[in-house]
């Protein structure tokens, strides 16, 4: 009889002991999301066809009320994963290096400032589109309940990000939209223990990809949605050299238009430009692909082609 007891007492111990230690659900890196959202965004990036395209990431500003530490570094981070596993090239480019370049280019083109040895467009070279934004809202709120010896807590995260997608050639906002991540965790525990959830980075983190993934899934339809577009390189005679390349996937004999960007359009209510106006001065024709990022075309029509100039597929 006293064995029995004993062995009772050592069984709910250990049930007791078991019950003490957190049970906790939600992987950051496996799931990120309650919705599904990373499945369907690698389900989107599977979909991609379009050329392998070079997208620089500015940092994204931070601007919730409570500046919570490290947001804009994240979202950085995890946004430039997220770009090269969709199949694009992802560099960082800092806010002020890009609008002292676009300024100088302006100047150049304007003729108010000579070009020199180094044209200013050059610096965009390996330049199509360029990300850039802020996160705008971040909270985490925790829910809790109890049942007999056993206590749950849940915490979830969520995050606001504002971001747009630009033409780097054309000046154009491609998408310019706000965007909604949240991630949960969950802890648990029998009599009380280990159901305290302490400070985790993870549900940062885990909203923000939940974010990032839901805008990475616009913006590969948006590009899948566009011709393919470019720059000149140089003028070699009657060859055109642009940047396109076998990556650019076109196909010898690939017609493209190429356009001269203008002056700056502003909106007069907002103050913000819309983009740059273009003047279409004459289309080529691919002959063939130098390199991974280089090919070489022929005149169609239109003269006076230079390097900067804009190159668009003409579907």
Do not use: W
């Amino acid at each position: 009889m006293r064995q029995r007891v004993g062995r009772g007492f050592v069984a709910i111990g250990l049930f007791a002991l078991v019950g003490c230690q957190a049970q906790m659900t939600g992987q950051v890196k496996d799931d990120v999301s309650v919705t599904g959202q990373t499945q369907r965004m690698e389900a989107a990036g599977a979909k991609y066809s379009g050329p392998q395209y070079t997208v620089a990431i500015i940092k994204f500003a931070n601007k919730t009320p409570s500046k919570v530490l490290g947001l804009g570094e994240s979202a950085t981070d995890i946004l430039r994963t997220l770009v090269k596993n969709a199949g694009l090239e992802p560099i960082d480019v800092t806010q002020e290096g890009m609008q002292q370049q676009e300024e100088m280019i302006k100047l150049q083109q304007t003729g108010a400032v000579k070009a020199g040895k180094k044209n200013a467009a050059e610096g965009f070279e390996s330049i199509d589109y360029r990300i850039q934004g802020a996160i705008t809202a971040y909270s985490e709120v925790e829910e809790g309940s109890d049942a007999l010896v056993y206590q749950k807590k849940i915490q979830i995260a969520r995050v606001q990000v504002d971001y747009s997608l630009v033409d780097v050639a054309s000046g154009k906002s491609l998408l310019a939209e706000s965007g909604m991540g949240e991630y949960r965790k969950e802890t648990g525990g029998a009599l009380g223990f280990g159901s305290k959830s302490s400070a985790d980075v993870g549900l940062r983190d885990g909203a923000l990809r939940d974010a990032f993934s839901k805008v990475m899934e616009k913006m590969i339809n948006k590009l899948n949605a566009l011709p393919f577009t470019s720059r000149v390189l140089a003028m070699d005679g009657a060859t055109v050299i642009i940047r396109a390349g076998e990556k650019s996937k076109l196909a010898p004999g690939a017609k493209l238009g190429v356009y001269r960007a203008g002056q700056d359009l502003i909106d007069p209510e907002t103050g913000r430009s819309l983009g740059k106006r273009e003047k279409l001065i004459g289309e080529i024709a691919l002959i063939s692909h130098t390199n991974d990022r280089v090919s070489e075309a022929k005149v169609s029509s239109g003269t006076g082609f230079q390097a900067g100039d804009i190159v668009r597929a003409i579907k």
